[in-house]
């Protein structure tokens, strides 16, 4: 769907005041939504569209899934941690999960961001160059 000008400038200032201390709002983005529905300003599905993606991209943005092959110890799952949100800011959450597939290391996604330290891809990089 084709999205005028004017609709993109107005989410984007929607989000904008979603936002508090640069991470965002849930409560102000229900606000922003209601608004816009009780006022139904022109082409206002179109608004809500826009805001919605900018919305799901900055959730994305602040979610990291940390996989491994085998459980973290938790000294190490701090040290990961700490290492992410010195890079990506305090406001990210990260959640700690098991891949058997990996065989050893570890694979980070922080948004469209992939770090992947596994001795899979590394196996494969190599098969790849023969």
Do not use: W
């Amino acid at each position: 769907m084709k999205i005028s000008k004017q609709s993109q400038r107005d989410a984007r200032q929607l989000y904008r005041s979603c936002q508090v201390n640069g991470l965002l709002d849930g409560n102000r983005v229900r606000q922003a939504v209601s608004l816009v529905l009780a006022q139904k300003p022109r082409r206002y599905l179109e608004i809500l569209s826009r805001l919605c993606r900018l919305v799901r991209l900055d959730v994305e943005q602040h979610a990291a899934r940390v996989e491994s092959a085998a459980p973290l110890p938790a000294d190490l799952q701090m040290d990961v941690t700490g290492r992410i949100k010195t890079i990506y800011g305090a406001g990210v959450e990260i959640s700690f999960g098991q891949n058997p597939a990996l065989l050893g290391g570890l694979r980070i996604k922080v948004g469209s961001d992939l770090y992947d330290g596994s001795i899979r891809t590394r196996l494969e990089k190599l098969v790849q160059s023969f």
